[in-house]
């Protein structure tokens, strides 16, 4: 089946900084992606779709500056969360897929910040 | 608004049959999927249905009735690996995937 990397899994980082989190999808061009932040015991949540090329949309609620997403390529998208705090510390997720297929999962990042 | 209803917790035994119910409303539908995903990993895929009618695979069987707005996932000679959480997920007519908020399911021995 269809792969999509995501890189790191885990990210420890001192609060105030940046971390960047790719998603990758290496045997099929991904039209849209997706960007999921999952809670302690509660489903994902959609933070953001991204098509390539344009900007992305992000759901309400979801800070546009401080969740910074780039879909540059149809094969690569990447988060960066900003001035990283605390309270951002969770389980990331991205899926990739094109407009009539299922969606492929990364592996997740697990961030913490210190 | 959009929804989708699943029980949150399910509790089945080893070698047993379990079935998983979801419940949509949602703006338009382009299918829906059902999901695995064990604690603190990425969810996997399971399977994907956008007509009517029972799709099996394997020991996993997924049901669909768009007209009811229903769909059921079936799990058979269930095994201890098989404990995780089960979500179901809808396309909807702008290819959102909107989630539920998945069925957490404990197998006993």
């Known amino acids: 089946g269809a792969v999509v990397s995501q890189h790191p899994s885990r990210v420890i980082c001192k609060s105030g900084t940046s971390v960047k989190i790719e998603c990758r999808s290496l045997d099929f061009q991904a039209t849209t992606m997706f960007w999921y932040r999952q809670f302690p015991k509660k489903s994902l949540m959609l933070m953001a779709t991204?098509?390539?090329?344009?900007?992305?949309?992000?759901e309400q609620g979801v800070e546009k500056d401080k969740f910074l997403i780039n879909h540059a390529s149809l094969t690569l998208s990447t988060l960066t969360v900003t001035s990283a705090h605390p309270e951002d510390s969770s389980f990331y997720i991205c899926?990739?897929?094109?407009?009539?297929?299922?969606?492929?999962f990364g592996q997740g990042t697990r961030l913490t910040v210190v | 608004g959009q929804n989708i209803d699943q029980p949150t917790e399910m509790t089945a035994t080893e070698g047993a049959i379990v079935q998983i119910n979801c419940t949509y409303q949602?703006?338009?539908?382009?299918?829906l999927f059902w999901y695995q995903q064990h604690a603190g990993e990425a969810p996997t895929f399971l399977s994907y249905?956008?007509l009517d009618g029972l799709e099996e695979k394997g020991r996993f069987s997924s049901f669909l009735s768009r007209s009811k707005g229903y769909s059921y996932l079936l799990l058979k000679e269930l095994q201890m690996k098989d404990s995780a959480s089960y979500l179901c997920a809808v396309i909807d007519s702008n290819y959102q995937l909107i989630w539920g908020a998945g069925t957490k399911l404990i197998i006993k021995p």
């Open positions: 249905n956008v």
């Open positions: 899926s990739a897929r094109n407009r009539d297929t299922e969606a492929f």
């Open positions: 949602t703006s338009g539908f382009n299918g």
């Open positions: 991204s098509n390539e090329g344009s900007k992305a949309t992000y």
